[in-house]
């Protein structure tokens, strides 16, 4: 399995960075990460620097997407998606208190990464605004990610020596975990959430007039 990963990074470096490319459109710290952790030991004969080049361009890409689909559609979308009121509120007060700081971060805080530039759109951040703060905030994600999963996996070597591969499974399968319950959270807080609206509505429902 370590050697098929090797060889398919080093046979096929383009598919790689378009995956890397469009995984960070998404999300991607996960892919990013490992993949700067496998660089790391030399197998594999991939570019930190690409790999940085592709998540900035990914993140920033995707995220000037969601800034002006909520510039544009915000509010109609927005009425599609009551479950997605608490998370609206709490990102959008801190939004109104810090601003610029917000924006810069909003990529760290788990939860609200892909529905903040969304809201940012909505606020009437400026077009150039967004742009350029966008811009260093994905260049910080970047190579925060790229050169931390580097230096992740020079530690794992110096540690783990040739478990190095094994460390790196057993990460991806805690945040593969993770994830999985993190989805599975959301998602019986959305079915909780549709329950209550649906009884809710039939309480309120009035009763047809009786014929005298």
Known sequence: MEQWIV?????????????????TFLEG????????????????????????LCALLGSFGG????YYIGRKYG??????????????DWAFRLLRRHENLFI???????????VSPFLI?????SRFK???????????????FSWGGYFLGKALESYAGESKMAALGIIVVMVGCVTAFNWWRQRRKIAAAESAAAATASNT???????E
């Open 205 to 211: 429902t009035p009763e047809p007039a009786k014929s």
């Open 7 to 23: 060889d398919t990074a080093n046979n096929h470096a383009s598919l790689v960075y378009l995956a890397i490319l469009g995984w």
């Open 75 to 88: 509010s109609p979308l927005l009425q599609r998606w009551p479950t997605m009121a608490a998370k609206i």
């Open 63 to 66: 995220d000037q997407t969601w």
């Open 29 to 52: 710290e996960t892919i990013v990460l490992l993949t700067g952790a496998l660089i790391s030991g030399g197998e594999v004969t991939l570019s930190v620097a690409m790999l940085t």
């Open 104 to 114: 810069l971060s909003f990529r760290f805080i788990y939860g609200i990464r892909n």
């Open 130 to 144: 967004f742009a350029v703060m966008n811009f260093i905030a994905a260049l910080i994600w970047a190579n925060t």
């Open 121 to 125: 759109g909505m606020t009437g951040v």
